[in-house]
């Protein structure tokens, strides 16, 4: 059996239950290759450097071993590479959605410039103007000839206006909706 042969027939038994469905008999495989004898022993050179084994060789080894201890080890080894894979496969997927976002995040910074610099200018607030009940320059005569200290420019204080107003005449009274006098 050729080393390619095997790692499709590892793959195949691995994809149906692995090697305890082996061990229970429950393995669908196809007819081919599985009569020929597999050579389990291990050349002189990798026997002296297992590092060099291939994975699904030591695997296969430890799958026809006769002790079950060993068989376990392959059994759980293998599981432990189905595990491997597939975080080793998530990590990738990770990886390419991390940097896919990046890329759209980078995109649309350069889209909401642009969109910025098209945009009309937001136009500004205008202030509402200011009424007053009074003419600043009344005010300003009115505190010059009472001694009462006024700014010549500018907003008049409150406790100027508040001591003009003191002394200012009451207004006539205005007639409410319903004939009424009120102050």
Do not use: F
Request: some cysteine; proline content about 8%.
């Amino acid at each position: 059996m050729t080393i390619a042969a095997l790692r499709a027939l590892l793959n195949e038994i691995d994809a149906q239950g692995g090697p305890e469905a082996a061990r229970q008999g429950r393995l669908h495989l196809p007819a081919e290759g599985i009569n020929e004898p597999m050579n389990t022993t291990m050349h002189a050179a990798q026997a002296a450097n297992p590092d060099q084994l291939p994975v699904g060789k030591l695997l296969a080894w430890g799958d026809a071993h006769l002790d079950p201890d060993i068989q376990d080890q392959a059994a759980r080894a293998r599981a432990a590479l189905a595990g491997l894979r597939n975080r080793y496969a998530a990590d990738q997927e990770l990886t390419a959605i991390t940097t896919e976002a990046q890329q759209l995040e980078k995109r649309l910074a350069e889209l909401r410039a642009r969109e910025a610099e098209l945009a009309p200018a937001p136009a500004k607030k205008k202030r509402a103007p200011v009424t007053r009940d009074y003419d600043t320059r009344t005010v300003r005569a009115w505190a010059d000839a009472n001694g009462v200290d006024c700014p010549r420019v500018g907003q008049i204080p409150k406790r100027v206006l508040d001591a003009w107003r003191a002394v200012q005449p009451t207004p006539p009274t205005t007639i409410a909706h319903h004939g009424r006098r009120s102050a």
